[in-house]
């Protein structure tokens, strides 16, 4: 229908043919108006309908010309098309934090921060998985201007809790074994240590550190050897030994060695834990505490 048409009744008769009420009806169930004449309209009645017709009817698509269906269709209704098809932003796709690569959640500049920027650094960092699962994170304890630094693998579920590295028996072992040459965490200088682990957060069920997230912590690890500027390191277990060293050879054919760690001396001995459950491997954990006490004199 013509924009300027009314929608119910048609100037031009000409394309209207004669209907009965039968086609008249089924048009109008097809949504086709078709106009009549006032005075047909006025005279038509019940009588006026024809009997049943048993033959069938033809279709009334034959019997209406085309402009009459084609003016005569409603007109449908555009008002709500444009919200339909409205153009929005272009969505994010699901996948795409994904891609994003996780250094990008450390923090920047980590090898220029001082001890409180570095140690807040730790505590919120979220660049693995393990931010998710922990309840503390571990950064280190002792004194930082010890001449000893011992390294740690990873918190344990003690350490998780308590926020502060090698507690437990392992803990109380590593402090008995301290004592032996001379130091604890509490010292200061000659007399004390500095304890950080490798990791930072403690990976589920104590499980083994998986290599991402070793190297997202390896940093702040570097940072705080940098920091303390000490005479000795002592590296406890195979997960420290492997990310200082840069090397997948086991505990017992680096053991009895000096290595170098950023031109530190680097003494490789057994992590308490294990010697717990070892030990007959305490009398080689001794002999590297010897080692590293004589490496630490020169």
Known sequence: MSDTQPDDTFEDTSFVPHLD??????????????????????????????????????????????????????????????????????????????????????????????????????????????????????????????????VGEAPGENEDLQGEPFVGAAGQLLDNMLRAVGRSRAGEGAKGAYIANVLKCRPPANRNPQPQEVAQCEPYLARQVALVKPKIIVAMGRFAVQSLLRTDEPIGRLRGRVHRYEGVPVIVTYHPAYLLRTPADKAKAWEDLCLAMETAGQ
Request: net charge positive; proline share 15%; aromatic share 4%.
């Open 21 to 150: 009420a039968r086609q008249r009806a089924m048009l109008a169930e097809m949504g086709v108006r078709v106009w009549a004449p006032r005075a047909e309209a006025a005279v038509a009645g019940p009588a006026a309908e024809p009997a049943p017709v048993s033959a069938p009817v033809s279709a009334p698509a034959a019997v209406v010309p085309e402009p009459v269906a084609a003016r005569a269709v409603p007109p449908v209704t555009t008002s709500r098309a444009p919200v339909a098809v409205a153009p929005s932003p272009a969505p994010v796709p699901a996948a795409a934090p994904a891609a994003v690569p996780v250094e990008r959640l450390r923090p920047a500049g980590v090898a220029a921060m001082d001890w409180p920027a570095l140690q807040a650094a730790v505590s919120g960092c979220e660049a693995c998985g393990l931010c998710k699962t922990r309840r503390n994170t571990v950064f280190g304890v002792g004194d930082i201007g010890a001449d000893w630094m011992i």
